[in-house]
């Protein structure tokens, strides 16, 4: 299987709609890192503990995934790039494909906390990989795999390989 856009999105068990509870104004969105902003709703499930973001990079999406992951630590956060794919593997490992990077943000054991307000999210120790074409990243291990492509004129593995179970 495989998904662009809102196709990448619904991948996950959790997935961003893309709308914002609370936008500052309009053709303002995404403005801050906020608690209870992000709006979601149920993804397809081949991705059980991470969440897809699309067209990261180049549309600036960092406050929404941020704010995601700082509220659900649990789920690991994979921001994909226009051109670029996340080759999902059988051995729960991903493969970087395509000429932009890939973005994964872990809110794992990083320390969160909501202001007195209650929307302003704050959070240390978060890790982030910027992974480009050739790149793996272990799924169930949360770590990368491979940071370069084993051998850069071979290109990627072959794309019959089959998709990963859930």
């Known amino acids: ?21 609370r ?7 995404w403005q801050t890192i906020e608690a209870e902003n ?46 670029t794919a996340a080759w999902v593997k059988p051995d729960r490992t991903f493969e970087v494909v395509g000429d932009g990077p890939v ?18 999210l704050r959070g240390s120790d978060l890790r982030l990989h910027v992974l480009r074409a050739g790149a793996r990243y272990d799924l169930a291990r949360r770590r990368v795999a491979r940071l370069s492509p084993p051998d850069s004129s071979t290109g990627p593995t072959s794309p019959r390989e089959p998709c990963a179970p859930r």
């Open 1 to 21: 299987m495989a998904g662009t856009s809102a196709g990448a999105a619904v991948m996950s068990r959790v997935m961003i709609t893309g709308d914002e509870n």
């Open 23 to 29: 936008p500052l104004a309009k053709d303002e969105n």
């Open 38 to 83: 992000v709006v979601t709703s149920q993804g397809l499930g081949f991705l059980d503990a991470a969440v897809v973001d699309q067209h990261f990079v180049r549309r600036r999406r960092h406050n929404r995934l941020i704010s995601l992951v700082l509220e659900r630590p649990d789920l690991l956060g994979i921001a994909i790039d226009e051109s």
């Open 103 to 120: 973005l994964v943000v872990d809110a794992t054991g990083a320390k969160t906390a909501r202001d007195s307000a209650g929307y302003g």
